[in-house]
C-alpha cells in the first residue's frame, strides 16, 4: 500500500503557475506509475497526466499538453505537477494516484488502473 498526500495548491491568476506535489509514504512508491486527476465542480474526475516508475514515460490530456508538465523524484517518494499558464477551466479539485506496476513503462489515463488515491488539493484560478 501507498499513501497518498497532495499540496501545493491555492488560488492563482490566468497565465500564472503553480505547482502541486504529491508526497508518499512507503517503499513501493519507487516502483509505482503516478497519475494525476482532477475534478471541476458538477463534472466527473478527468485525467491529467501520468508518468511511469522509472520516469522514462508520460502521458498528458490534450487540454494541458505543452502547460503542464508531470515529474517525480523517486528516492524523495514524491510526484509533481508543474502547471504553467493557468486558465479559470484548468480549476478543480487535483488528485494523485499511484499503482505498483512490474513494467518500466507504464502509464494510464484509466482511474481504473490506480489503486491507491491522495485526498486532494484544490487549485483555483481566477480570470
Known amino acids: 500500500q501507498v499513501q497518498l498526500l497532495e499540496s501545493g495548491g491555492g488560488l492563482v491568476q490566468a497565465g500564472g503557475s503553480l505547482r502541486v506535489s504529491c508526497a508518499a509514504s512507503g517503499r513501493a512508491f519507487s516502483n509505482s506509475a503516478v497519475g494525476w486527476f482532477r475534478q471541476a465542480p458538477g463534472k466527473e474526475r478527468e485525467f491529467v497526466a501520468s508518468i511511469s516508475w522509472s520516469g522514462s514515460t508520460t502521458l498528458y490530456a490534450d487540454s494541458v499538453k505543452g502547460r503542464f508538465t508531470i515529474s517525480r523524484v523517486n528516492n524523495k517518494n514524491t510526484a509533481y505537477l508543474q502547471m504553467n499558464s493557468l486558465k479559470p477551466e484548468d480549476t478543480a479539485v487535483y488528485y494523485c494516484?499511484?499503482?505498483?506496476?512490474?513494467?518500466?513503462?507504464?502509464?494510464?489515463?484509466?482511474?481504473?488502473?490506480?489503486?491507491?488515491w491522495g485526498q486532494g488539493t484544490q487549485v483555483t484560478v481566477s480570470s
Open positions: 494516484a499511484a499503482d505498483r506496476r512490474e513494467q518500466w513503462y507504464f502509464v494510464s489515463r484509466s482511474e481504473r488502473d490506480y489503486t491507491n
